[in-house]
């Protein structure tokens, strides 16, 4: 009996109660034995399972059919771990979703999933890895209609707390040329100690980078600096502002720089 007859015969088999699980046959070949079993509801299939066991009769693969979904679990003949599962299914604006998940050892995974438009371009994908029971990172890149990356924002978790501690954005002027980032940083009880922003020329080099440390405890502005590139990607400035406890500045100092990294002229502002 082939894959797709077990299918027909659904067809003439009187479903049972809900929830129950029906056997439509075996069949074994050179891979080992293959089991049909189906879970109805009320009169009409409402999933579809296939279980396929190897020559010694354990279970190596579990897939699952239904009308706008489908899936593969995958496992470890000598321990029984869950390895592998693929999962694919429509969502309701037509888009297909397709979820790829893979347990690296019994504390690590990692996930990737990717939303395809009906046309065939790139919606939206996130990619997770997690550590027992805690995502350590996760990444989330939207798309244009014609497909090319829009944003993209990534987190990083302390494995030991949960807490984030990295938080990146990312604006896209077109496929892996940037043309803003942003990156945030935080101690270990979720206060923001640094942030970084980066503007890109369109040769894809620094323009702008600006960089502001933070007082843990209230949150005011210890230090800005600012440094410009030529398009050359070249630094030709760096003006840096330090700041008072009442939020006020304490002192500022300017420097400029030749092509070639020389300085040619400082102004200090107190």
């Known amino acids: 009996m082939t894959p797709d007859h077990g299918e027909d015969r659904l067809l003439d088999v009187q479903p049972p109660s809900c929830g129950q699980d029906l056997n439509l046959g075996t069949r074994i070949d ?19 399972l296939e279980k396929i066991y190897d020559k ?27 390895t592998h599962i693929f999962e694919t299914s429509t969502l309701p604006d037509g888009d297909t979703l397709t979820k790829n998940t893979v347990y690296l050892d019994s504390e690590k ?25 805690r ?6 890149t939207e798309y244009n209609a014609d497909g090319t990356p829009a944003t993209t924002v990534n987190h990083r978790m302390d494995p030991a ?36 922003k980066v503007l890109y020329n369109a040769k894809s080099g620094p323009l702008l980078e600006e960089m502001q440390e933070y007082d843990p405890s209230n949150h005011a502005v210890l230090k800005r600096e600012i440094k410009g590139y030529s398009l050359n990607g070249r630094q030709n400035c760096l003006d ?14 300017s420097t400029f720089f030749d092509e070639q990294g020389n300085t040619i002229g400082s102004r200090d502002c107190v």
């Open 161 to 196: 707390t949960g807490n984030l501690i990295h938080r990146e954005q990312i604006q896209w002027l077109c496929e892996q040329q940037r043309s803003l980032t942003e990156d945030f940083f935080f101690d270990g009880v979720g206060n923001l100690v640094k942030y970084n």
């Open 109 to 133: 995974s990692s996930e990737d999933v990717i939303v395809v438009a009906p046309n065939g371009e790139l919606v939206r994908r996130v990619a997770r890895e997690v550590v027992g029971l």
């Open 30 to 48: 050179r891979n080992g034995q293959t089991t049909y079993h189906v879970v109805c509801s009320d009169r009409r299939v409402g999933v579809f």
């Open 56 to 82: 010694e009769h354990k279970l190596i693969r579990l897939q699952k059919r239904s009308r706008d979904s489908r899936s593969e679990t995958f496992f470890d003949t000598v321990n029984g771990a869950i």
């Open 135 to 140: 995502t350590v990172f996760q990444g989330q």
């Open 240 to 253: 840096t502002q330090t700041y008072r406890s009442d939020g006020q500045v304490a002192e500022r100092h």
